[in-house]
């Protein structure tokens, strides 16, 4: 059967007795973390290196990045067409990237799971594949995905616009900060709201069944839910599930690049009654059909999201505040490692 389901820290430091050497290191410390917050605020310079440069407050030009789900390897309508090999510090993406053109739109298009799917979701390196995107310059990633519907109103076929997820994979690296430059960035919206609005939008003119907002459970798989896993989802409210979508949008996020999903109901899962009626090929007309809209949606929206705009605080603003290493505490090699990710912010002169 095909693959469907896819703390700010807040750190206190309570000191009794410290000594003047101690505290000299403390005050130190201090004054350069004050100094990389300042940095962070005033940059104007950003390493090539990183994709689109976003530095300055004027107007950027888009370019769109789609991550394909189950069924979606390629888009329809690209013009100059070419797929390229991107390397990163984080390993192989899942394949080579099609660049191209769409109506004048710059376009990226990764197939998440390598064309043919031949990476389950455990396995997707999903640190190299949104490296690869925003060394291309991929400022705005819409993301398609392959789900199961938690609830009776959300059938196969319909389109999940979702705006929260519940992240209980735990076999994926989350982060691409780690020991010699810690990052904390927020999460509280992890969907850019103007992003999706453009999907509605775009959306209801075709007239794809679709509900705006939803929490996307992510499981690790590959295998699917038990029954008791089914229900305790919907007991959280959750509205689909799925196995790919984390840690992918927290990546994003660090990677300050604008997400969004569109999440493919292909089936119920296991807690409807119906769940154990249904055919391979029940599924696969339902996939089918999904992938024929996808395509639709996505042709609808690029134009759209490719119009030049300001810069978008939200998501393209996200380590201003995030990185808590002082700069003389950083590790120079992780640092190198985030020249694309983190360059708007770490290669500041």
């Not at 300042?38 to 300055?56: A, F, H, Y």
């Not at 398609?144 to 609830?151: D, H």
């Not at 030049?308 to 380590?319: G, W």
């Not at 290493?325 to 983190?342: I, W």
């Amino acid at each position: 059967m095909a693959q469907r389901r896819f703390h700010f820290v807040k750190t206190a430091a309570f000191c009794e007795k410290v000594s003047l050497t101690a505290a000299t290191r403390c005050l130190r410390a201090a004054r350069l973390a004050c100094r990389a917050v300042s940095w962070s605020r005033t940059g104007e310079r950003i390493n090539q290196k990183s994709g689109t440069d976003m530095s300055s407050e004027q107007e950027i030009q888009p370019v769109i990045g789609v991550i394909g789900g189950s069924g979606l390897y390629d888009i329809d309508g690209l013009e100059n067409k070419e797929w390229r090999r991107v390397e990163t510090p984080w390993g192989e993406p899942s394949d080579e990237l099609l660049f191209g053109t769409f109506e004048g739109v710059q376009c990226v298009f990764l197939p998440r799971h390598g064309r043919g799917h031949p990476i389950p979701p455990s396995r997707l390196n999903f640190r190299a594949n949104i490296d690869a995107l925003k060394r291309a310059g991929v400022t705005d990633i819409l993301s398609l995905s392959a789900v199961g519907s938690l609830k009776e109103e959300l059938p196969p076929g319909h389109f999940v616009l979702v705006d929260q997820f519940i992240d209980r994979s735990f076999a994926r690296e989350k982060s691409f900060f780690d020991t010699g430059c810690v990052a904390h960035v927020g999460m509280a919206d992890p969907v850019s709201a103007r992003v999706l609005d453009v999907v509605q939008g775009e959306a209801a003119s075709l007239g794809i069944p679709f509900t705006r907002g939803g929490t996307y459970l992510v499981m690790e798989g590959p295998q699917f839910s038990t029954r008791a896993e089914s229900e305790l989802y919907r007991s959280w409210g959750c509205s689909v599930v799925g196995m790919t979508n984390m840690p992918e949008a927290k990546l994003a996020r660090e990677a300050e690049m604008n997400y969004a999903t569109v999440a493919m109901v292909t089936d119920f899962d296991c807690w409807h009654s119906d769940h154990d009626s249904v055919t391979v090929e029940a599924v696969v007309k339902v996939m089918k059909g999904n992938a024929d809209n996808a395509r639709r949606l996505v042709k609808a929206v690029i134009p759209v999201l490719g119009k030049k705009r300001p810069v978008d605080a939200s998501a393209e603003r996200a380590l201003d505040h995030a990185i808590i290493t002082a700069p003389a505490a950083r590790d120079p090699k992780l640092v190198a490692k985030l020249d694309a990710v983190a360059g708007r912010v770490l290669k500041q002169g």
